[in-house]
């Protein structure tokens, strides 16, 4: 088993499923049997399965003067264009959640150079919520109570996918079929 950190919110259904089908799952990036990941990749070359669905919105400080945002307003911030206060976070380029936000948002246009970089939503969500300037990325499912974060802008949503190695059957077949309801 393999998730990215924008999928992560699966494995606690994935880890309940597989606990009652007394069924042990071993975490690996190494040649695993299920991954998961938000969105569609470039190029699909192993079976995909759709197990859930998430929404990729941008946020901001709770505090940010930064209001519902249009389109063009979030890519003028991402571009550097924008409010010149803001301190526009993403993640690395081959990151799912950064792939998104490419199709969806930036349809093109490249993001600020001065763009700080989270490895997760969860370090995403610690520097949009200690900096009142910042403005981030992230998956809703990851946008949890208590934070000092807020939506902005909704960029629609994104399937959360499980891809294998080959059709999945078997234990493999009963763990999807159950993270899926």
Known sequence: MYST????????????????????????????????RLGEPETIISPAYQVGE????????????????????????????????????????DADMQVLFEQL???GRSVSSFAKVAVSPQKMSEAVGSDSNAVGILPRSS???????????????????????????????ELLVCVSK
């Open 5 to 36: 950190s924008a999928a992560m919110p699966w494995l606690a259904e994935l880890y309940s499923c597989a606990e009652d089908m007394n069924v042990a799952i071993d975490m690996s990036a190494s040649s695993p049997e299920i991954s998961l």
């Open 54 to 93: 998430d929404e990729l919105i941008v946020v901001t400080h709770r505090d940010s003067q930064l209001q519902n945002l249009t389109l063009e307003e979030v890519q003028s911030l991402f571009t550097g264009s924008g409010n010149p206060s803001a301190q526009v976070w993403v993640y690395s380029s």
């Open 105 to 107: 948002v930036m349809k």
């Open 143 to 173: 946008m949890g109570s208590g934070q000092n974060i807020r939506e902005v802008y909704s960029a629609g949503k994104v399937p959360v996918l499980a891809t294998t190695k080959v059709e999945a059957t078997g234990i493999v077949r």
